[in-house]
């Protein structure tokens, strides 16, 4: 009887332990992430976009006057010829470059006086969005299937603005100080509001 | 021989039929959204009927059974749950009907011919912007969300925090889900309200939520002091912002949305196989500023 018991209880034992020896097994942590799809990296992609790929497309960049006077003259036209955006809709995004003198400096952004007159806005504040991401028309959106890749590239583009090129910069601005400019700008060209347009930044220096 | 010729002309003569599978048409803007597919395909020549899946999966997954069983040629879709309808995109795929997504999307890359989809996120970062610059950086807020399973209730929440968690001095208090319903949005405040009366503003994941938080603000007489921002560009919302009773919405385009949608399917069914899997579609914001510009779900013409 005692003897039955005893088969009874290694039998158990030796089922137990089959199926844990069956149900763990350990692998080499570098193995299984080799054996993951990589992850989007948004940062690099950002970074490179933003140092190498906009500089050379704000090269040709319209000074944001001519731009200016084109819309006034012709929207259709200058829509066409500058203006990109990853979305269906009717606002575009326009890389534009510029220069003039600071007229004002608020917590928002810099005003400043450009030479035909028109003074314009750039953010130093609320710098996020799209329009840094979208303006130079390099993203192309079919190589993404994943929408929140597209998001986290504008979030790292605006993030180098805000925590590298702006700090650098800011303790520069003076009012009657000469500066140098590029960006992006967001238009709807449904309700074209040229009076509002604020350029966020990619670039900005003061000539002494 | 004379009948089977007449009955394989008569067959020819058919139009082709789209189905257009709604998560709810008990919201107006889902009906605005289906109603716009449907008489889009139906003005391209195509058959058209309207399934309600009452945010229900299990409704959506006999919908979709139906739709295929009764021989449509393609599925013209607002999805209730960004998993739980996969399954029901990939029967539609294996019996050869193409599925556009609209507003909503699934989480596969591959099940869905192409998804058309506000693009929530940035929509929201602009309200984040506005947020921020409205609150002059600080208060306390609650944030009420759509249904937890719905992807467009992420990308909305996300695209606001992106902006307003970089300013300490706006502190969220609560955050609660309210399905994206009215009558839900005004009993989750009334509640919130109870354990946190000092609130300054209320950010809500859609209109519908919006109008229901407005609700319960003006019954516990602080309609005045706290603010209400929401999402959609519904035609009660327009109306609060005008009167300055709501400080802001953004504003989506359904009939884009249902009108790329319909454009799509007809494309496919003449034999064009190479589309986008994602679409955004821009979303724009309202204020007391703009208002003007824009009736409910778009632009003034």
Known sequence: MTMRKGIRYFLWIAAILAITYSSVYFKKLSDVNAGTAKAFDAARYASNYFYKQLPAAITKAPDVNKLIVMIKTDTVAAFKTYGHALTIGTTRYFLVQGKGTIINIDDDGVEVSTPSGNPVLLATEFVYGNALRDASGLVDINKFSNTMDLNNISAEVDRIVRTKILPAVKPQLKKGSKIIFSGAVGLNQAHLQLEDMEITPASLKIIP | ?301
Not at chain 2, 63 to 85: K, M, Q, V
Not at chain 2, 138 to 157: F, P
Not at chain 2, 250 to 274: C, N, W
Request: glycine share 6%; net charge neutral.
């Open chain 2, 1 to 301: 021989m004379l009948l089977a010729a007449c009955h394989s002309g008569h067959k020819t003569k058919q139009p082709k039929k789209i189905a257009v599978i709604v998560s709810t048409l008990n919201n107006p803007w889902f009906v605005f959204l289906a109603q716009t597919a449907a008489a889009e395909a139906k003005k391209r020549g195509y058959e058209t009927k309207i399934f309600d899946s009452q945010n229900n999966t299990a409704l959506e997954s006999d919908n979709f059974e139906n739709a295929l069983a009764s021989g449509y040629s393609a599925i013209l879709f607002n999805p209730t749950d960004a998993n739980g309808s996969v399954v029901s995109v990939t029967r539609a795929k294996a019996a050869g009907v193409p599925v556009f997504c609209m507003d909503r999307e699934i989480n596969s890359r591959t099940e869905a011919t192409a998804q058309i989809l506000s693009d929530s996120y940035s929509g929201c970062v602009e309200m984040g912007k506005y947020f921020v610059k409205t609150m002059h950086k600080k208060g306390n807020y609650v944030e009420i969300l759509g249904i937890v399973a719905d992807n467009n209730t992420w990308s909305r929440s996300k695209g606001f925090h992106s902006v307003v968690d970089d300013y300490p001095g706006l502190k969220m208090v609560a955050q609660q889900s309210a399905d994206f319903d009215r009558n839900k949005g005004l009993e989750v405040l009334e509640s919130i309200l109870q354990a946190h009366p000092d609130i300054d503003a209320v950010f809500c994941g859609n209109d519908a939520m919006a109008m229901g938080a407005y609700q319960a603000l003006a019954a516990a007489g602080k309609a005045n002091q706290v603010k209400v921002f929401g999402f959609d560009g519904a035609e009660d919302v327009i109306g609060y912002i005008k009167d300055g009773k709501i400080s802001a919405t953004a504003m989506q385009f359904p009939k884009v949305i249902a009108k790329t949608a319909a454009k799509y399917a007809d494309e496919y069914l003449k034999g064009k196989r190479d589309f986008p899997q994602k679409v955004p579609v821009a979303v724009e914001l309202v204020t007391a500023k703009n208002v003007d510009d824009y009736v409910a779900y778009g632009k003034k013409n």
